[in-house]
């Protein structure tokens, strides 16, 4: 659940330019580049175009509100209720001091720093402009700024894991099941417009009409989902696989003209494991592709790097091996396949549960893609 806007006050927090400093470097900077709302808060705050430049020594608005901390509970001072809410601003705020961003503890200032992502951040989608796309799969934030052509002429085909009749892995946490395909679903749609973003064509093969990106914690299960063209999903797990290995083909063979040699099929899960068993995100490759290979070790090292920069430990440990999956050993381009975590391991369901963590796993993986 998020927090109402109405609880806070437009007390934006400001801060001037570093030499070198770019809107995505300043945003990394303050930890605002897990979730796409905060750069295009920044954008609109400024007055500022995708494209801008930052001036040095110039101020500008951060998408971070400035919450006076009234010495008992963030809960209090917020008027919420929700202890595991108030547990990630209490999280947030504490790695800002430890970066040396925030100058104190908000228990000695008595000043709780509350990013846009924490609040209600819906996109405008009433109007689509010369640098932005409509998108209604992608719901709430169907409007889809162009932020750079960096990956012009690219193709990305997105399969996330089972769906319709198939729910994939459950679990049940605190009297809600969680389904696999859900979470896997919305980490893909996070990524496809990240993608579309950043100049790329991206098709979500698999696609829920109701279901656009969510930021709630947990994602209600259904069976409404449908592969691309509308096609109903079988039951039958070898005909599923074989009906999305054939739309992509079909696919792939429309696009060869547009980009010969630029088309790519990442396909996402949830893995699902001993309740005890805490995994981080994993790749398979496929055996004779070495753009495969490249493009998961680059994701492989960008998930390393992130985990020394995020993590406590800064120790990643996922895997990258290769495997003869369907998907893998079908498709007609070079093709890699994620699992996630481990749905049933309460410390690997934070990384999904999470909106926040959803978005940084998409940014994360596109940062490796690209």
């Given at each position: 659940?998020?927090?109402?806007?109405?609880?806070?006050?437009?007390?934006?927090?400001?801060?001037?330019?570093?030499?070198?400093?770019?809107?995505?470097?300043?945003?990394?900077?303050?930890?605002?580049?897990?979730?796409?709302?905060?750069?295009?808060?920044?954008?609109?705050?400024?007055?500022?175009?995708?494209?801008?430049?930052?001036?040095?020594?110039?101020?500008?608005?951060?998408?971070?509100?400035?919450?006076?901390?009234?010495?008992?509970?963030?809960?209090?001072?917020?008027?919420?209720?929700?202890?595991?809410?108030?547990?990630?601003?209490?999280?947030?705020?504490?790695?800002?001091?430890?970066?040396?961003?925030?100058?104190?503890?908000?228990?000695?200032?008595?000043?709780?720093?509350?990013?846009?992502?924490?609040?209600?951040?819906?996109?405008?989608?009433?109007?689509?402009?010369?640098?932005?796309?409509?998108?209604?799969?992608?719901?709430?934030?169907?409007?889809?700024?162009?932020?750079?052509?960096?990956?012009?002429?690219?193709?990305?085909?997105?399969?996330?894991?089972?769906?319709?009749?198939?729910?994939?892995?459950?679990?049940?946490?605190?009297?809600?099941?969680?389904?696999?395909?859900?979470?896997?679903?919305?980490?893909?749609?996070?990524?496809?417009?990240?993608?579309?973003?950043?100049?790329?064509?991206?098709?979500?093969?698999?696609?829920?009409?109701?279901?656009?990106?969510?930021?709630?914690?947990?994602?209600?299960?259904?069976?409404?989902?449908?592969?691309?063209?509308?096609?109903?999903?079988?039951?039958?797990?070898?005909?599923?696989?074989?009906?999305?290995?054939?739309?992509?083909?079909?696919?792939?063979?429309?696009?060869?003209?547009i980009a010969p040699n630029g088309?790519?099929?990442?396909?996402?899960?949830?893995?699902?494991?001993?309740?005890?068993?805490?995994?981080?995100?994993?790749?398979?490759?496929?055996?004779?592709?070495?753009?495969?290979h490249q493009m998961a070790n680059?994701?492989?090292?960008?998930?390393?790097?992130?985990?020394?920069?995020?993590?406590?430990?800064?120790?990643?440990?996922?895997?990258?091996?290769?495997?003869?999956?369907?998907?893998?050993?079908?498709?007609?381009?070079?093709?890699?396949?994620?699992?996630?975590?481990?749905?049933?391991?309460?410390?690997?369901?934070?990384?999904?549960?999470?909106?926040?963590?959803?978005?940084?796993?998409?940014?994360?993986?596109?940062?490796?893609?690209?």
């Amino acid at each position: 659940m998020l927090l109402s806007s109405a609880n806070i006050k437009e007390d934006w927090l400001t801060v001037k330019a570093k030499q070198g400093d770019g809107i995505k470097k300043l945003l990394v900077r303050y930890h605002l580049d897990t979730h796409a709302c905060n750069e295009e808060k920044f954008l609109s705050l400024n007055n500022l175009s995708p494209e801008a430049s930052l001036i040095l020594d110039k101020t500008y608005l951060l998408p971070i509100k400035q919450v006076s901390f009234d010495g008992k509970s963030i809960r209090t001072s917020l008027g919420i209720t929700e202890f595991e809410k108030a547990k990630e601003i209490e999280k947030y705020n504490e790695r800002l001091v430890s970066a040396g961003i925030k100058p104190k503890s908000f228990q000695t200032d008595k000043m709780l720093w509350i990013p846009h992502h924490f609040t209600p951040c819906n996109l405008p989608v009433t109007s689509v402009t010369s640098n932005e796309k409509g998108f209604p799969i992608f719901g709430k934030y169907k409007s889809t700024p162009i932020l750079s052509d960096v990956l012009k002429g690219k193709i990305f085909y997105i399969i996330s894991g089972h769906g319709g009749p198939d729910p994939g892995a459950q679990v049940v946490k605190n009297g809600h099941t969680l389904c696999e395909d859900e979470y896997a679903y919305d980490v893909g749609l996070r990524l496809c417009r990240k993608l579309i973003q950043e100049g790329a064509m991206s098709y979500m093969i698999t696609r829920d009409g109701n279901d656009g990106i969510r930021d709630d914690e947990i994602l209600l299960c259904d069976r409404d989902e449908t592969v691309w063209g509308g096609q109903k999903i079988p039951l039958s797990q070898l005909k599923r696989l074989e009906q999305r290995i054939d739309v992509v083909k079909s696919l792939y063979e429309k696009n060869k003209k547009i980009a010969p040699n630029g088309q790519f099929l990442l396909e996402i899960h949830v893995d699902s494991r001993h309740t005890e068993q805490q995994v981080d995100l994993f790749l398979y490759h496929q055996a004779n592709s070495q753009i495969s290979h490249q493009m998961a070790n680059n994701i492989h090292n960008t998930f390393r790097e992130k985990y020394k920069e995020n993590r406590s430990t800064g120790v990643y440990k996922g895997t990258l091996s290769s495997r003869e999956l369907y998907s893998l050993e079908n498709a007609p381009m070079p093709a890699i396949y994620i699992e996630l975590g481990n749905l049933r391991n309460n410390f690997d369901q934070q990384r999904f549960i999470l909106p926040s963590n959803r978005q940084a796993l998409a940014n994360w993986l596109f940062e490796g893609v690209k």
